[in-house]
C-alpha cells in the first residue's frame, strides 16, 4: 500500500506539473482536535500544483508529509480529549477547487475539495489509552495491550489563501484550511485492570468502529512560482 500511494503521488505530480501556472513550496502545520501539534518534514511540502480552468476557476493538489505528533481516535465505547495515537509520519494529499479573485499584486483565493492521508510507523499512546480507560471503568489501574489495523483515510476541505506577489514571477501566500476525515483504525486485544478493593479484570477489546480522527486546522505560509 505504501508503495503505490507513493508511486501515484510522483505520477500525479508529474502529469499536473507539466500543464500547471504556479507551484507553491510550503511549509505546512496542522493543528488536530485533541491532538497535538503537528508541523511538515522541509521540504516535503508541495502544494498549488494545478490546472487553470478559466480566470477565476483552477484544480489544484499537491502532497504535505508531516511529522505527526498525536491524533486521537474516534468510535470508542469512550471518548479522550487527549491524543490515543502517538507519534508517526502522515502523508496528507489534497485535490481541490479554487475560486480566484486576482488584483495586480495580489490575490485572494477560496478553496475546497477533498483529500486523502495515510498514517505510516502509527504507534499507540499507551499512557493516554490507560487513562482513559481507568476514567472509562471507574478503576484504579488499567493496563492496555492492543493492536490495529492501518487503512488510508479520507476527508473533505474548505479554506482561503492570500497571495502577495512580489514580481511577476514570485509570490508569498499564506493559507489556511480546515480539514474534517477519518481512516478505518480497528482495534482488537484485551486490558486488565480493577480496584484497589476488588482483584483484577481482563477485558476483550474489538473496537471494530474505530478510526483516526484527522479534524483540525492547517496553515500553511508558502512561496509561489509562476509561470508569468
Partial sequence: MKKIILTSLVVLMGIIQ?????VGLS??????????????????????????????????????????????????PFESKDALLGPNFTLFVPVELVIKFEGKQVEFDIKGGGFAFYGFDQKLNYGNFDRALRSFETWDVANADLKYDNNP???????????????????????????????????????????????????????????????????SIGIIFTGR
Fill in 27 to 76: 511549509f505546512s502545520y496542522f493543528i488536530p482536535r485533541n491532538g497535538y501539534f503537528s508541523t511538515p518534514i522541509s521540504p516535503f511540502s508541495i502544494r498549488g500544483l494545478g490546472v487553470d480552468l478559466n480566470r477565476f476557476l483552477a484544480i489544484e493538489t499537491g502532497a504535505s508529509l508531516y511529522r505527526m505528533s498525536g491524533l486521537n481516535v474516534v468510535g470508542l
Fill in 18 to 22: 507539466s500543464e500547471a501556472q504556479e
Fill in 153 to 219: 483515510g479520507f476527508g473533505y476541505h474548505v479554506g482561503a489563501e492570500f497571495t502577495f506577489y512580489v514580481t511577476r514571477q514570485f509570490g508569498i501566500s499564506l493559507e489556511s484550511n480546515y480539514l474534517v476525515g477519518s481512516a478505518k483504525f480497528p482495534l482488537t486485544g484485551s486490558y486488565m485492570g480493577g480496584t484497589n478493593l476488588s482483584p483484577l479484570e481482563t477485558i476483550p477489546v474489538d473496537y471494530k468502529d474505530a478510526k483516526v480522527d484527522f479534524t483540525g486546522l492547517e496553515f
